[in-house]
């Protein structure tokens, strides 16, 4: 149990919709980092923030965005959805000056048609 | 560049035998590896890292070796159970106190009973 834990567990939109996925990190945890799982691949960094700002961003566009709440909620959203963003989201969190040990959800699933 | 590969996608393994899990990284620069474990249908989990100034971390049961010449690590597991039947991703990791990871592909380890 990690304490991360993430919603919704599996959805399903077509292209072109807006789809927003929820996380809710450890009390305490200031840090927290989106990652997207393609099928049969490794996590790919998508962003990451700290203190309710943006603090590093992977290779992914613009419609990819996100938000951090005091209460050590976050969210990710992706707009104009395309099929190739059928994947695992993982949310991943921690407490910054901690061990370095990133505490991950269980993702959500999502694929588009 | 940032990659994080492994040699092999696969491994399979009689229980009680000991696993070698390998990883090679190409950045080196990089000073900050970690080894997560991924079963179905959950998120990576924290095994054991290791930083640069290191040739050799050990916890329970595993143990991880660095070899900044070649650029290399590996992942040893002891007394291989079916329980880590999983897949194994390597990270480098980097950014904010090291929270952003760049995985591997990962290796599917299977532990025959």
């Known amino acids: 149990e990690t304490g991360v834990t993430q919603s919704p567990t599996h959805l399903i939109k077509t292209r072109g919709q807006q789809v927003t996925l929820r996380c809710s990190s450890q009390?305490?945890?200031?840090?927290v980092s989106w990652y997207q799982q393609a099928l049969g691949q490794g996590p790919q960094f998508i962003f990451q923030y700290y203190r309710e700002e943006e603090n590093g961003r992977g290779n992914f566009p613009p419609r990819f965005s996100g938000l951090q709440f005091p209460n050590y909620s976050s969210e990710l959203n992706v707009n104009a959805l395309e099929l190739d963003d059928s994947a695992l989201y993982l949310c991943a969190s921690r407490y910054l000056r901690g061990t370095g040990e990133l505490f991950f959800g269980e993702g959500s699933r999502l694929t588009v048609l | 560049g940032e990659n994080v590969g492994l040699h092999l996608p696969t491994l399979s393994v009689q229980e009680g035998d000991n696993s070698i899990i390998n990883c090679a990284y190409s950045n080196s620069a990089s000073d900050y590896f970690i080894w997560y474990k991924q079963e179905s249908g959950k998120g990576p989990q924290f095994i054991i890292d290791i930083r640069s100034n290191m040739d050799k971390r050990q916890g329970q049961r595993v143990t991880v070796l660095l070899n900044k010449t070649v650029k290399h690590l590996s992942l040893q597991i002891a007394a291989t159970q079916p329980g880590d039947s999983a897949v194994y991703f390597c990270?480098?990791?980097?950014?904010?106190?090291?929270?952003?990871?760049?995985f591997g592909e990962g290796t599917q380890l299977t532990v025959n009973p």
């Open positions: 009390s305490g945890h200031n840090t």
């Open positions: 990270a480098e990791a980097t950014g904010l106190s090291g929270s952003r990871l760049t």
